[in-house]
C-alpha cells in the first residue's frame, strides 16, 4: 500500500523567513497530493493540492512542487507569519482506494516573531 | 466547513459503555470517512464509505462500527471492544466516486473516558 513519509517532525523559523516540509510516497501511480494545516484543537483545513500532471502550484505565500520521477512532493512557505503556526500535514491518495488519503505524520511549525 | 456537523463537540464514556458520534453532511458528497487522532499524533483511518449502505475497514476498525443508511450520515460507535478510546475523532467528506477530490473535515469529536 501507499507509504508517505514527512520531514522534518518540528520546524522553527524567523518571522519573515521561508519554511520548507517534504514528504516522500511509495506508489508511483498516486496521482493526487493535499496539504492541509491544522491549528491547534481544530480540525485540518485544506490548504492547497496539487495533481500529477502538473509541477508546481502557488497560491500567495503558499506553494506546492511536485517530483514524479523521485515520488517526493514539497510544501514552500515565504515570508512567514505567526499566523503561520501549526501542525502541517501531507497526504497522497491511495490508488484504486475511492479517494482514500494516506497522510504524513506531520510538522509542526512555530514562526517566532 | 460548515457543510460537515460533528456532534457532540466533548463526549465522556464510562467502561463498558457503546458511544456513538455523530456526522452529517449536507455537500451531496459520496465518499466519508472517519479518523482518530491522538495527542501530537497524525491522523489514523477507521472507517470508510463510498456509497449508501457499504463500508469498508480503515487501518485501526478493531473495537469500532459504522453504518451508512443515509448518504449524508456516516455515524461512528465506539464499542466497549475499544480499551483506549480517548482521543480526537474526525470526520470527512469528498465527493465523487474514484475521483481525486479533497476531503474536508468536520469539527471533530473529543471523547474522554469518566
Known amino acids: 500500500g501507499e507509504n508517505v513519509e514527512q520531514h522534518p517532525s518540528t520546524l522553527s523559523v524567523q518571522e519573515g523567513d521561508s519554511a520548507v516540509i517534504k514528504c516522500t510516497y511509495s506508489?508511483?501511480?498516486?496521482?493526487?497530493f493535499p496539504w492541509y494545516k491544522q491549528e491547534l484543537g481544530k480540525r485540518p483545513q485544506l490548504i492547497i493540492d496539487?495533481?500529477?500532471?502538473?509541477g508546481e502550484k502557488k497560491d500567495q505565500r503558499i506553494a506546492v512542487t511536485l517530483n514524479k520521477t523521485a515520488k517526493h512532493f514539497s510544501l514552500h512557505i515565504t515570508e512567514t507569519q505567526p499566523e503561520d503556526s501549526a501542525v502541517y500535514f501531507c497526504?497522497?491518495?491511495?490508488?484504486?482506494?475511492?479517494?482514500?488519503?494516506?497522510f504524513g505524520a506531520g510538522t509542526q511549525v512555530v514562526v517566532t516573531p | 466547513d460548515g457543510g460537515i456537523t460533528q456532534s457532540p463537540k466533548y463526549l465522556f464514556r464510562k467502561e463498558g459503555q457503546n458511544v456513538t458520534l455523530s456526522c452529517e453532511q449536507n455537500?451531496?458528497?459520496?465518499?466519508m470517512y472517519w479518523y482518530r487522532q491522538d495527542p501530537g499524533q497524525g491522523l489514523r483511518l477507521i472507517y470508510y464509505?463510498?456509497?449508501?449502505?457499504?463500508?469498508q475497514k480503515g487501518d485501526i476498525a478493531e473495537g469500532y462500527s459504522v453504518s451508512r443508511e443515509k448518504k449524508e450520515s456516516f455515524p461512528l460507535t465506539v464499542t466497549s471492544a475499544q480499551k483506549n478510546p480517548t482521543a480526537f475523532y474526525l470526520c470527512?467528506?469528498?465527493?465523487?466516486?474514484?475521483?481525486?477530490?479533497?476531503?474536508?473535515f468536520g469539527d471533530g469529536t473529543r471523547l474522554s473516558i469518566l
Open positions: 496539487i495533481r500529477s500532471n502538473v
Open positions: 506508489d508511483s501511480a498516486s496521482n493526487y
Open positions: 455537500l451531496n458528497h459520496d465518499a
Open positions: 470527512a467528506s469528498s465527493g465523487g466516486l474514484r475521483s481525486n477530490q479533497p476531503q474536508h
Open positions: 497526504a497522497a491518495i491511495v490508488t484504486d482506494s475511492w479517494g482514500k488519503l494516506q
Open positions: 464509505s463510498q456509497i449508501v449502505n457499504d463500508f
